[in-house]
């Protein structure tokens, strides 16, 4: 646990310093005072070589000198401005009326990775028990699951705008085609290390092919089951930054982008800290959740 | 090795004779017809099991011992149907058996409960399978925990049992589908002596007290003596019956009965069938080349 918060310690510590501590990097001058440079403006940043330049050229010439403090450069924001822009980034207003607030870009994003990953799920599942369990589906399934894993999910852009429109289904499509195959895979992967001497002992208890399916396999892999379709959501997460470039640009990618536009970099910062916090809060979540669904897991983490 | 005099493993007291002839007499339970069974590998047809003949009798406990390699497990994965014979038939009550089944109840070597179920539920799962309410099949699980002595963990999960517990409850539920014959797969393997032995105790308990005929695999001599009325010895290479021992040692059991003259009779003559005395020249590479790895001082002189 001390570790634990360590690890986020330390590259935290990493951060401070660089954004803190004045001569470790800041290769820039934040103007305070233009002087009689004429291009000046307070709150400017100037390569510390041009600023010294010129404050040479005005020593010799003896007017009023400029003068500035150590910066760095305004895409890294120190981790005070970030925090706050966690508070400040929502109640931004949006430029345009037609855009969006950022917990509607936030929210737009989880529906898409909740659907696409759903729908791939419903399909997916399925499979790869069925993959796992018989040798014929596994057959008729896999080589071509092998083939289209090795497509690019974000290849399909064009093709599901094409299809589906420009609005949020082509996302949840990319999605789907990003997760899908490689749970088909992973999936029949885990239900083939199931221990067959649990399939034999249903056998010689009479055990017929539905039940040996139904109540042991399902059940037998219950918990991999769950903990692969833990890893897979952080693959559907990957996803959704491409998926969300394509057709109109939407959810959280588009406030990132548009920020960064703005030069909001602090917001930017903020928002991809989100993606990581609503992504590891979610897996803890499931992680909870999961003991209380298999309580008999519990021991089997100890051993 | 046994430098006392002991009788013929062949010797019976009359009560044990008679005890014999009665159970000839019983309807034939399991009965297996020129089994055999071959495997193909790499290397060629490999024959596991070569024409075995045996029947066992209405509720009589037969024990299959053989040195490892010698097909004892092939054995009674063919009877319980998980595997199928190259030739020959397995009769269960004079009908033939194919695909496994609940008349066969199975005890494996490796522990196979289902982790996901309690130990009511693990029991449960044969009746479930027969197509039972839940509510009868609820209270015939607690009574076969109940005679395997586990009722105060009847609602545990597997990974809360030791291992002697973990075979008790996979006795109760091959015994719950009511199976006309138990087969059991060194079943007792895995665990320690102490407990091995008490496992031993409550097999016998619970065998004398309901109907049933068991075939139990082992390698262990004692083991064999101690539960069998006969034994069944194999040879391997290939895999066929070396001979029937009637177990001349009297009915009921006891651990006392270890050291008596039948029971030390019976093992040795397992002991001459299953490690033959070798042949000086066959031994020959067959010992231990010791060499010195490290140079010996003075410091600890030798005992030899």
């Known amino acids: 646990m001390v570790l634990a918060v360590a690890s986020f310690l330390l590259p935290l510590l990493i951060w401070s310093l660089i954004s803190y501590v004045p001569w470790i990097w800041h290769p820039k001058v934040e103007i305070t005072e233009p002087g009689t440079v004429s291009y000046f403006t307070p709150g400017m940043l100037v390569e510390r070589d041009v600023f010294d330049r010129e404050l040479q050229a005005l020593q010799e010439s003896g007017e009023l000198l400029p003068a500035g403090k150590p910066a760095n450069p305004i895409y890294l924001p120190a981790p005070h401005e970030v925090a706050t822009a966690f508070y400040t980034a929502f109640i931004t207003e949006p430029r345009r009326r037609s855009e969006m607030w950022l917990h509607q870009s936030l929210w737009s994003s989880i529906q898409v990775i909740f659907w696409g990953f759903l729908l791939s799920s419903l399909f997916g599942v399925p499979l790869g028990i069925l993959a796992g369990t018989y040798d014929f589906f596994s057959r008729l399934f896999e080589p071509f699951v092998e083939f289209f894993r090795y497509l690019p999910a974000p290849a399909f852009g064009a093709l599901a705008v094409a299809i589906l429109g420009i609005h949020q289904a082509p996302k949840i499509a990319i999605i789907f085609i990003g997760t899908f195959f490689q749970q088909v895979l992973v999936i029949s992967n885990t239900t083939r290390k199931l221990d067959p001497a649990l399939l034999e002992a249903a056998q010689t208890l009479g055990a017929g092919r539905l039940a040996m399916l139904f109540r042991v396999v399902v059940p037998g892999i219950a918990t991999d089951l769950y903990r692969d379709l833990r890893i897979l959501l952080g693959w559907a997460w990957t996803y959704l930054i491409v998926s969300e470039l394509i057709g109109t640009s939407s959810g959280i990618t588009w406030f990132i982008t548009q920020q960064a536009r703005y030069k909001n970099f602090d917001n930017v910062y903020a928002a991809i800290m989100m993606i990581g916090i609503i992504g590891l809060g979610t897996d803890l979540l499931l992680a909870w959740l999961g003991r209380r669904i298999f309580p008999w897991q519990r021991a089997a983490a100890q051993a | ?304």
């Open chain 2, 1 to 304: 090795m046994h430098h006392v005099d002991l009788p013929s493993y062949l010797e019976q007291e009359a009560a044990v004779k008679d005890r014999f002839e009665r159970l000839k007499q019983r309807p034939v339970s399991l009965e297996v017809q020129g089994l055999s069974k071959q495997f193909e590998t790499r290397n060629g047809t490999v024959t596991a099991l070569h024409d075995i003949n045996f029947k066992t009798y209405k509720r009589e406990f037969v024990c299959v011992i053989g040195a490892s390699g010698c097909g004892k497990s092939t054995l009674i994965r063919v009877l319980a149907g998980l595997e199928s014979p190259s030739s020959g038939e397995v009769l269960l009550d004079g009908k033939a058996v194919h695909d496994p089944g609940p008349d066969r109840g199975m005890v494996f070597q490796g522990y196979t409960l289902f982790p996901w179920r309690t130990v009511k539920q693990n029991v449960m799962f044969g009746l479930e399978m027969a197509g039972r309410g839940r509510m009868t099949s609820e209270e015939e699980a607690l009574q076969w925990i109940d005679l395997v002595g586990l009722e105060k963990f009847a609602n545990s999960y597997p990974h809360q049992l030791s291992g002697g517990m973990k075979q008790r409850v996979a006795i109760a539920r091959a015994l719950a589908n009511q199976p006309r014959i138990l087969l059991m797969d060194e079943p007792f393997g895995a665990l320690d002596a102490q407990t091995r032995a008490r496992m031993q105790g409550y097999l016998l308990e619970i065998w004398k007290n309901i109907d049933i005929t068991i075939l139990f695999i082992t390698h262990d001599l004692d083991e064999a003596v101690y539960l069998a009325d006969r034994i069944l010895v194999l040879k391997a290479h290939p895999g066929e019956v070396q001979e029937i021992i009637e177990v001349p040692v009297p009915q009921p059991r006891g651990p006392e009965q270890f050291l008596s003259p039948e029971f030390l009779a019976t093992k040795q003559r397992l002991e001459e069938l299953i490690h033959p005395a070798q042949p000086e020249e066959e031994s020959n590479g067959d010992h231990l080349n010791m060499m010195r790895m490290v140079r010996v001082d003075g410091d600890v002189p030798s005992v030899l």
